[in-house]
């Protein structure tokens, strides 16, 4: 697909014109994927907005979500002898309570950065005397693959793979910030990836018991764009709903195919999200009928009593009440280099989308 009309400065100039033209004197949109934040600051978004439009980051970053408690489970799994964690890059520099991945990877410990839930099953597969554990974490942009992965190595007799199940689902997260009372959110500018899979209907009580505007959409200038003045003219009209702008991308009932390899091997359970809490029915675990590929389970790991890296404020800028630079380890102590708080680490993290761009 010709992806360049989204980028197109015309069409992007007719936007910004409508969002103008229809704001409201004061308005608070969230975008709630780690992706919009980044597409955001890359291209000025957030300065072309009128006065009085703020635009707040959510907590859609999977890494910054994942709770100190977490990152030190997988710290303690990769101390377990003969374990290889296989995990995605920007997990070994987050910090946990006292150590990262990357750190007990200098101290000896095995650490495979892979790039897909389907490299660890290989790994297993080429490495048969180590036990390998995939770290999942992530939105149902991910979880799907790593269902598939868990049903694939059950298939095969594969006995040297399992999993960390740390993934979120997002509607659970939603409402607990617009129930947070120290941000006021209008409207929320809805995640792609994730609405690929679970589709529109999940959000569907944030317009209809909160009265909150959504608009899912895509990531090009244009399609964020685009998705802004969809809720411009929705508050405009006084309407709340969920609509669709990325219609390339997002089908109103999802994937049905992905939904189902979720349902098969995960089940919900509370999960405690860094700055949020713990959320009911916010996390996925893996099913009785898999649990042989839990991680936890199959090694009950020794976990260092967590603490939050001192100073750091990602909690906060994940709620969407405090901005990256308002922390004051922002530049000063805290930078892609020396990350303090996840928020710096991840590539869709907000610090570092803020880092680079502002
Ligand atoms: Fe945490 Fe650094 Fe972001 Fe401050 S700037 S909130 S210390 S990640």
């Given at each position: ?61 999977p890494v910054?979500v994942t709770s100190?408690r977490d990152i030190?489970t997988v ?16 997990m ?43 770290v999942g974490v992530g ?7 790593v ?16 999993v960390f199940a740390a993934h979120k ?102 999960a405690i999200w ?9 996390g996925y675990r ?9 991680a936890v ?62």
């Amino acid at each position: 697909m010709d992806l360049s009309q989204f980028k197109d400065p015309k069409l992007a100039r007719g936007l910004i014109d409508s969002i103008g033209s229809l704001a409201p004197e004061q308005a608070t949109l969230m975008e709630v994927c780690g992706t919009h934040t980044v597409a955001i600051a890359r291209n000025g978004i957030r300065n072309l907005m009128p006065e009085g439009i703020r635009l707040a980051s959510g907590p859609g970053c999977p890494v910054c979500v994942t709770s100190n408690r977490d990152i030190d489970t997988v710290i303690a799994l990769a101390r377990v002898e003969n374990v290889t964690i296989a995990t995605f890059g920007d997990m070994t520099r987050v910090p946990g309570s006292t150590s990262s991945l990357l750190k007990e990877q200098a101290a000896g410990r095995s650490i495979q950065i892979v790039y897909s839930p389907l490299d660890a099953l290989n790994l297993a597969q080429d490495c048969p005397d180590r036990e390998i554990v995939f770290v999942g974490v992530g939105f149902e942009t991910t979880t799907p693959l790593v269902a598939m992965s868990i049903k694939r190595a059950k298939a095969m007799g594969l006995k040297n793979f399992s999993v960390f199940a740390a993934h979120k689902n997002m509607p659970g997260a939603l409402e607990t910030i617009v129930n947070d009372p120290e941000l006021k959110v209008d409207a929320l500018i809805l995640p792609g990836h994730v609405s690929t899979i679970i589709g529109m209907e999940p959000y569907r009580f944030l317009a209809e018991k909160y009265g909150i505007a959504g608009v899912i959409t895509g990531f090009e200038p244009v399609d964020v764009l685009q998705g802004i003045a969809m809720i411009m003219r929705q508050l405009h009209e006084g309407r709340a709903e969920i609509e669709i702008a990325y219609a390339r991308g997002v089908m109103a009932e999802g994937n049905p195919t992905a939904m189902a390899a979720i349902d098969e091997v995960f089940e919900t359970c509370p999960a405690i999200w860094r700055g949020l809490g713990e959320i009911p029915d916010s996390g996925y675990r893996i099913r009785p009928e898999y649990r042989e590929f839990d991680a936890v389970l199959r090694f009950d790991p020794e976990i260092e009593p967590t603490q939050d890296p001192k100073g750091c404020r990602c909690g906060d800028v994940l709620r969407g009440i405090m901005a990256p630079n308002e922390c004051p380890l922002f530049r000063k102590v805290c930078s892609p280099e020396n990350p303090v708080g996840p928020c710096m680490v991840s590539s869709e993290g907000s610090c570092a989308a803020y880092y680079r761009y502002y």
